[in-house]
C-alpha cells in the first residue's frame, strides 16, 4: 500500500472524492439534488441494458422509514451515520427478464453508484458508501423481492462545519491517509504481472484545455 496522491491530471471530481463520515445533521439534502443524483445513477452503461440497478432512498420526507434504515446499519456505522440526513440502499437486479441469473448486475450497479457518487462531489456532498448493514433485515422491512440483492447503503449529505460533539476515533480516522495499491500492482500490459511500462504525464496545454463533449 501507499499513501494515495491524486495524478495531476486527474479530472478534480475524481481527485477530490474521498468516503467522508462527517455530515452535517441538521442540514437537509434538497430533493431535487436527490433526484439529479439518481439520474446520473441512471445514466450509467450496464450490460445489454438490462439496467440491474434499483434505489430505496430514505430521508427526511418518511422518518419512519430512514429510522428503519438506521437501523439496519452496524453499530460501527450508526456511530456516524444516524448524522446522515440520506441514506439510500443499493440494490442489484439479479435475475434477467428471461429467468437467467445476471453475472454483470453487480458491476452495472458500481457504475451506477459512481456515476451518482461523482454527482454528489459536483454538488458539495459528502457520500459515504457502506457495507456494514443487514441485508436480510432490509429485505424484510423494505419489502425487498426475490432476485434483489441490497449490496451498498450510500449515506449522503453536507460537510460538517462543525466538528464538535464527534468522537475522536471518527476524527482519527477521517485524518488518516488514502491508501491504495500501487499501479504496478494492479494494471499488467499484455499479460499476467508483466510491468506496464510509466507513461509521462499530460502536456500542460491538454491539462488546461476544456473536457471534450462526449460523443
Known sequence: METLQPHPDLHPLIA???????????????PWK?????EAARSAPSSNNLQPWRYLIFDER????????????TP???????CAPVLILAVAEEIRPDG??????????????????????ALGLNVRPMGGFDAEKACRM??????YTPVIMLAIGYPAKNLEGISEDILEKE?????????????????????????EMAPSSLR???????P
Open 16 to 30: 477530490q472524492r474521498r468516503s467522508s463520515r462527517l455530515m452535517e445533521p441538521q442540514r437537509p439534502v434538497e
Open 34 to 38: 436527490i433526484q439529479l443524483l439518481l
Open 62 to 73: 418518511n422518518p419512519e422509514a430512514l429510522q428503519k434504515a438506521r437501523e439496519c446499519l
Open 76 to 82: 460501527g456505522n450508526q456511530k456516524w451515520a444516524n
Open 100 to 121: 437467467r441469473h445476471n453475472p454483470k448486475a453487480f458491476h452495472d450497479l458500481g457504475t451506477a453508484n459512481e456515476n451518482l457518487i461523482l454527482q454528489a462531489i
Open 142 to 147: 423494505f419489502n425487498i423481492p426475490s432476485g
Open 175 to 199: 485524518r488518516s491517509p488514502r491508501l491504495r495499491l500501487p499501479l504496478s500492482s494492479i494494471a499488467f500490459l499484455g499479460i499476467w504481472e508483466q510491468p506496464l511500462p510509466q507513461s
Open 208 to 214: 488546461d484545455s476544456p473536457t471534450p463533449p462526449a
